[in-house]
């Protein structure tokens, strides 16, 4: 048997199940195939520095899949429509008897690999499709009435121990180099149109390699500090491997044994670090059974049915000016201007800008979740959906509609001194450590002098006129 690998959001050669049990099968060689789909990400909202970032790790992928002579072919079709048949194609060619993949759980992820499930054994190929994005299968944990998880403590309880049962967390080494076959590599392109925009190479490195060297580092040196450091942008606290997780170039196995590993074989006790951090991560999983459970979510639909109700505000300028980062709120603008110059946004400011948007601009969320997925070297759906719904109370397991984080408190708590918004909203380098987190009150005058605006909203009136709202299509 020859297999045709089809790697997508799994680059990576060490713990991976398809590319393992295809290289188990294979008594002929292997061929290995990426499907560049530029339609489709632009469909799917994809940003230019993930498409950058993917870019540079398939190449990187194909190098290391070569030193195990395994050529990875790389295919262009617009949208995922046209796979089916031209990956028959390439199965033909190459004399494969089958394809093997690592599952994705989006809807259209799903419905694409059913066709292709459908015509490869129409052909009389086989089609092997294993669980590998998470540490347990999405559809594998369920309540003792047999339903879907909705609220994430339980579900963490019930994870942990369904590891512990299993013995822990074990992970798969890189497969041996097989047998060559005759196949050139196809080439990486370096670019795809119509994803021009920032790129930071810089501070996304690609490769296993350099993936491997990070967690090393976060592991050796951040971990033990994680749980009082997180939430402070202006600390490198936290691991930043969200990209590495979201495009697979490192597996959450390989973080969540190097976390157990260091917390002396525990999970769900001991390092405090090691434990929110492991923590983290099953968030990660939880957003991912959520979205097998409850696909709507992954159909522009709120998880509660009761926010299907709420008439979100419209307002171009009011979005474009949240975009920008020029909302006149310091700590939003700065969280939004860290996402528009890295790519990446801290977790704590993940949540206050996008609270701020779906209750102080009351606009909605689904806007916020486009332009994130639009902006984020780390765009993965379920996780993004997940934070959003969260913060706009419409999903599971979310904040209270009442709970609204007072952006101004949550500056002065996590940027006590203000040197995270110093260092995204320069013009604001000049204020003193109490004025910088709301000048537009605490000195008016100063701000005739530099080029920043009043906040775009009021604070405690547009709180509470989003709590009156929501409360009357939530307590019906
Ligand atoms: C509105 C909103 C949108 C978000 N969009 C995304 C997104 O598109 N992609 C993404 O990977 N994460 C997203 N998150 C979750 C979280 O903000 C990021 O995973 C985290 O900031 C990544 O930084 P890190 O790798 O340093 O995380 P660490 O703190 O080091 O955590 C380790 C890993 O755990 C996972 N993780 C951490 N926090 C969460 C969480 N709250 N939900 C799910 N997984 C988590 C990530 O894979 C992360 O890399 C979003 C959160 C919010 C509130």
């Not at 119509?194 to 996304?204: K, Q, S, V």
Request: with cysteine; glycine share 8%; net charge positive.
């Amino acid at each position: 048997m020859r297999p045709l690998i089809w790697f997508r959001s799994d680059l990576r050669v060490r713990d991976n199940t398809a590319l393992s049990e295809a290289c188990r099968a294979a008594d002929e060689g292997a061929a290995a195939v990426f499907a560049i789909c530029p339609r489709q990400w632009q469909e799917h909202g994809w940003s230019p520095i993930k498409v950058d970032f993917l870019l540079r790790n398939l190449a990187d992928l194909s190098r290391a899949l070569e030193e195990m002579n395994i050529p990875l072919l790389i295919l262009e079709a617009p949208r995922f429509a046209g796979l089916p048949e031209k990956l028959l194609e390439i199965a033909e060619k190459h004399r494969c008897g089958g394809i093997w993949l690592n599952r994705e759980y989006e809807v259209d992820e799903r419905r694409r690999d059913e066709a292709v499930a459908r015509l490869f054994e129409r052909a009389g190929r086989s089609f092997h499709a294993f669980h590998d994005q998470l540490a347990l299968p999405p559809d594998s944990l369920r309540t003792s009435q047999g339903k879907f998880y909705t609220v994430f403590t339980p579900f963490r309880r019930r994870w942990i121990a369904a590891v512990e049962e299993r013995g822990g967390i074990t992970c798969l080494r890189k497969p041996a180099a097989l047998e060559p076959v005759r196949a050139r590599p196809g080439r990486v392109p370096s670019s795809v149109p119509g994803f021009e925009g920032l790129r930071r190479p810089d501070i996304w490195k690609s490769g296993e390699q350099h993936a491997h060297s990070r967690l090393r580092s976060f592991i050796e040196g951040r971990l033990g500090s994680y749980r009082e450091l997180r939430d402070i942008p202006a600390e490198n606290g936290t691991s930043t491997l969200s990209p590495y997780l979201a495009l697979g170039v490192l597996s959450p196995r390989q973080c969540l044994r190097a976390a157990i590993e260091a917390n002396r074989g525990r999970i769900g006790s001991g390092s405090p670090g090691a434990v929110t951090w492991i923590s983290e991560l099953i968030w990660r999983e939880f957003y991912r059974h959520v979205l097998v459970g409850f696909p709507r979510v992954c159909m522009d639909q709120p998880f509660d049915h009761r926010a299907r109700k709420i008439r979100w505000r419209e307002s171009e300028e009011d979005l474009g000016r949240w975009k920008q980062g020029k909302t006149g709120v310091p700590i939003v603008d700065a969280g939004m201007r860290q996402l528009a110059e890295t790519g990446w946004m801290h977790n704590r400011l993940r949540m206050v800008t996008a609270m701020f948007l779906s209750k102080n601009l009351f606009l909605d969320w689904r806007l916020g979740e486009k332009h994130f997925l639009r902006s984020l070297v780390d765009g993965d759906f379920a996780s993004n959906n997940g934070g959003w719904q969260w913060s706009a109370s419409t999903g599971t397991d979310a904040a209270p509609y009442f709970r609204i984080f007072n952006p101004v408190s949550q500056s002065e708590r996590f940027d006590p001194s203000g040197d995270f918004i110093r260092r995204f909203v320069p013009e604001l380098g000049s204020l003193d450590d109490r004025t910088i987190h709301l000048p537009a009150e605490r000195a008016p005058e100063a701000l005739r002098r530099i080029d920043y605006p009043a906040p775009v909203a009021d604070l405690k009136r547009s709180r509470q006129a989003a709590i009156e709202k929501f409360k009357a299509k939530y307590s019906r």
